[in-house]
């Protein structure tokens, strides 16, 4: 693994004292952003001349100061930009910090292999993948490149000598039996004011794998309520009656980490339908619109699970919770 040529030299040194893997720091290089809500990104490249698995992930953060951190591995070289440093933020109209590039995208523009490999929002917690798992990274692998993004919410509690948030990386050199990845289903959020609603979101496993899920992570803003997610197979066990197994449910209100899934022995297999619910609460005087339905896996996003044409559809579970939960 070698770091992009722009990073701080002393990311640099650390780095050529790892032998065989361990720890790499991806951290902003003490950035000092003056717009709340602003977006900004920046990358490591990895190089093809050596590949490793990373095992874990290790948030380090400035309580209070951002909402969200992703580590997201990118196929193509990320943009360059002078200080490593670029504007990424992509809803709508973003807000742009003043002398970095606005590019508003996280790996190249048309990186159809960019994945998601981690997401710390709302007092995460290190997440450890499971014994004989791990990313793949470097080498043949699509992910030649890992880009830090951060939003930041309130700057004003940053360092004077600048931020160096970001994600410490535990990797290794020596291969896994099982290489892990990610499905990231978003739903669309348009709450009326005073009510409560389901926001819905499924799509089918199209990849000719068995895969087999072992944690999961739920993300709202403030009016989500309850995130649950579910397998669904068409027909199941009675024909005609679809078949739910639920892999997990949690409030987003809780600590965003990755928890283990309802059923450790759960299997995904081809034309399988992975479900989501997002059950919000609007209490405000006006309503709430924001993202789009988007899914990160083969098959059209459902809007409703109703309009995916689910049947047998567990509405009360999926959209309250369990004492522990």
Known sequence: MRIHRLLLPVFLSFLRTIIGGGVFPLRMPEVRPTRNEVYLCSAVEIGTKGRYWVRGFKPVVIPGT??????????????????????????????????????????SAGDMKSMTLFLWSRNGETYIL????????????PVQHLVLQVHYINVQHLPEHGDISGVDILYTDTEPLRTAGMMSVHVNTNVPSFSKTYQD?????????????????????????????????????????????????????KPQSFYPVEDKDLQLQPDDNIAIRCT??????????QGEVACHADGPPAVTWRSFGFNNIPDLEASSLDVDN
């Open 66 to 107: 951002m909402h969200h951190m992703a580590v997201v591995g990118c196929s193509r070289y990320p943009p360059v930009t002078p200080a490593n440093v670029w504007n990424c933020g992509s809803n709508g109209n973003p807000v742009l910090e003043p002398g970095f590039p606005a590019l508003n995208t996280t790996c």
């Open 130 to 141: 499971p014994k004989d798992v791990g990313f793949a990274i470097g080498g043949d692998s």
């Open 201 to 253: 979101g499924g799509c089918r496993i199209g990849e000719n794998k068995i895969l087999h899920p072992f944690s999961y992570l739920v993300h709202t803003h403030a009016l989500g309520q309850v995130v649950s997610v579910w397998r669904v197979r068409r027909g199941g066990l009675v024909r005609g009656k679809d078949d739910w197994t639920l892999i997990g449910k949690k409030s987003p209100l």
């Open 280 to 289: 919000m609460l609007n209490l405000k005087r006006k309503d709430v619109k």
